[in-house]
């Protein structure tokens, strides 16, 4: 004996089911009859298009759509209507208030009992997310080719100018190894950072960190983050600065001191300009190893490299006593836009 009231109430409690699903669904499901005529609207849609059901329900599909993608309904409905479903593909849709966002969309036929198509049914998620990761993941692919070629650029200049200056291959290769070193330990601060820049006090630190000695260094100077080109430029002159000193200055001799000192002024015009000071003074200098005549690579850094490549200028001065290297450049080539402190903002360790 059959039960038709019995079959009627699972039926009725499949669709109750079926509509609690549609409704708290996080993804936009939309019903359409073969008009593009929207008859069903879940609140996720209203959350992800701005329409209310009472606004959209009753209303063209196509005021999703922009203008000039108003084809592609044309397009999905021919498909519907030939009982083919259009698999998820990304699109761009409109909201109410006008903006427009990045969805995947899915679109199936709906049929009746009698297996007719009578409409379709849409599923859109949103993948803005998604999207602006992707974007942002290209810049940063470009910024990150834009800065190896830059890399290896710096490094062939090494090469190129250590070979003009060294005769020994044993020396070439070590002294090279420093220098890609040295420009390594730039990069993983700036790595650490996202890219966002690294503090000159940490930057002094990471450089002069290998040679040791680290209580006859002093620093002092306002809280400074350097833009990456900074960043790179005067790791490079700190790393031929403490290596000279480590060889032949005040880290070779006992009683030796280095103080690193740095300011920002206002210059003509109001400019606000970058002061730096390393010097170093050779308490035991008669111990010491002599400095050697010719020219290396290191002075080519502190004289022409680092000044020239921050739009500043420098001047090096040596003697039995020491040595001084002053930078002056402008505090924009410097520092990353709005995060240079003020003068008063020191830091001295």
Known sequence: MTDPGGIFRQNANADARLAAIVDSSYDAII??????????????????????????????ILMLLPEHMHNEEAEIIGRIRRGEGVGS???????????????????????????EIIGASQIARDISAAKESERRIRLLMREVNHRVKNQFAVILSMVRETSKRSTDPREFE???????????????LLVTTEWAGASL???VQEHLKPFGHEDRI?????????????????????????????????????GGHIEITWKVKTGPEAQR????????TSAGAATARKAPERKGFGTVVLQRVAPQSLSGSSSLERSPEGVKWA???????????????????????
Do not use: C
Not at 327 to 345: R, T
């Open 273 to 280: 300009r970058f002061h730096l000071v390393w010097h170093e």
């Open 327 to 349: 930078l002056e450049a402008p505090l924009e080539a410097i520092v990353v836009p709005q995060l240079g402190a003020e003068d008063g903002s020191d830091f001295k360790g």
């Open 201 to 203: 006090f940490d930057l």
């Open 89 to 115: 593909h990304e699109t761009t849709r409109k909201r109410k208030d006008g903006s427009l966002i990045a969805v995947s969309i899915t679109v199936s036929p709906i049929r009746n009992n009698t297996g």
């Open 174 to 188: 070590e002294m090279i190894r420093a220098r890609i070193m040295a420009l390594s330990r730039s990069h993983d």
């Open 31 to 60: 019903g359409k009859n073969l008009n593009s005529i929207i008859t069903d609207w879940n609140q996720a849609a209203e959350r992800m298009f701005g329409y209310s059901a009472e606004e959209a329900v009753g209303q063209s």
């Open 218 to 254: 002093s620093l002092s100077g306002p809280l400074l983050t350097l833009q990456s080109n900074a960043v790179q430029n005067l790791g490079m002159a700190f790393h031929e600065l403490g290596t000279n000193s480590s060889k032949y200055g005040a880290l070779a001799s006992e």
